[in-house]
DNA sequence: GCATTGACAATGG
DNA sequence: CCCATTGCCAATG
């Protein structure tokens, strides 16, 4: 595949600690493309039948809010694997977001 | 190749 | 804080 976007996306994703989350448009910046916020979207759509276990539940919106747990085989995966890190969720949304908010930049440091 | 849709983000009211 | 609008880019029909 080397599609070099999705597989950026999908390494900082896996770079992502456990117990932490980050947003589209964190990653997007760090890739360069804060205009394609959608695209880290799309990418983590092929994350589940693409690269080995690509832990997109840690991935939310800007808002912290588990837009995509619908995607998931259960929807209730997400939450429940979000649980197990350590972070709380509420109403679809991770409490304290702003406080285990991940900025992949400072692992990136390009 | 055009039109529609989408795990988003930012801005304005 | 919530709703509406715009931008951006790729996938899909």
Redesign the pocket.
């Known amino acids: 595949m080397n599609?070099n976007?999705y597989e950026q996306v999908y390494e900082i994703v896996r770079l992502i600690p456990k117990g932490r989350v980050t947003?589209?448009?964190a990653i997007?910046k760090s890739l360069g493309?804060a205009?394609?916020?959608?695209?880290?979207?799309?990418a983590?759509?092929y994350?589940?039948t693409a690269h080995p276990v690509v832990p997109?539940?840690r991935?939310v919106?800007?808002?912290g809010l588990l837009?995509?747990?619908f995607?998931?085989s259960p929807p209730e995966l997400?939450e429940e694997l979000l649980a197990k890190e350590g972070v709380k969720v509420k109403d679809d949304k991770v409490l304290n977001f702003r406080q285990i908010f991940w900025n992949p930049m400072e692992e990136i440091t390009e």
């Open positions: 599609t976007f947003s589209y448009g997007a493309a205009k394609s916020s959608r695209m880290v979207g799309h983590m759509s994350a589940g997109a539940h991935v919106n800007s808002s837009t995509g747990k995607h998931f997400m």
